[in-house]
């Protein structure tokens, strides 16, 4: 069966308009709720890190990056998390990265961790094989990134490829400065 020009395109623009209609689309500021602690407290499930705990990160501005090493848009958003971490580095701010793969492929450890390298990625980066953290955190999308306060409560999250000097990364830094001064 052939799918014409016209239902191809018929079936982007719906699926496009679906997602603008979402409500976890784009940015989206949150009632503040207590970030659930990190699901993996295995040491084989960290990279660039012990294990860590939410509780720890306290006193902390902490952004999430929820990715997956085979999302163009998550590799090509690194840019800009790199250029953020740098930006913010002397200040109460951290990224953690949560690795929930969306590909049979990409549950092994090992490919992961040549990936974190080959990305240059230095922050602690938490392996979500069993997607108990994507579930805990209400992700639906990759990358997904959400911001905690210093209390620990989850505060913003956004979604999407995101590039320095874009609209969303403008956001997210007026966010994350924000909240650093709480």
Known sequence: MKTSAFTTTLCLLLCTASLGLDSNAGSKQLQPRTAPEFTHQESGNWINSPPL??????GKVVMLDFWTF???NCYRSFSWLNTLEDRFH???FAVIGIHTPEFEHERKISRVRSKVE???LGHPVMIDNDFSYWNAMQARYWPSFFLI?????IRASFVGETHSGDAQANE???????????
């Open 172 to 182: 997210i830094e007026h966010e994350i400065e924000k909240l650093l001064k709480e």
């Open 118 to 120: 080959g990305f240059g």
């Open 53 to 58: 705990s939410v509780k720890q990160l306290r």
């Open 149 to 153: 306060d210093k209390k620990g409560s």
């Open 70 to 72: 085979d999302c163009w």
């Open 90 to 92: 002397d200040q109460a």
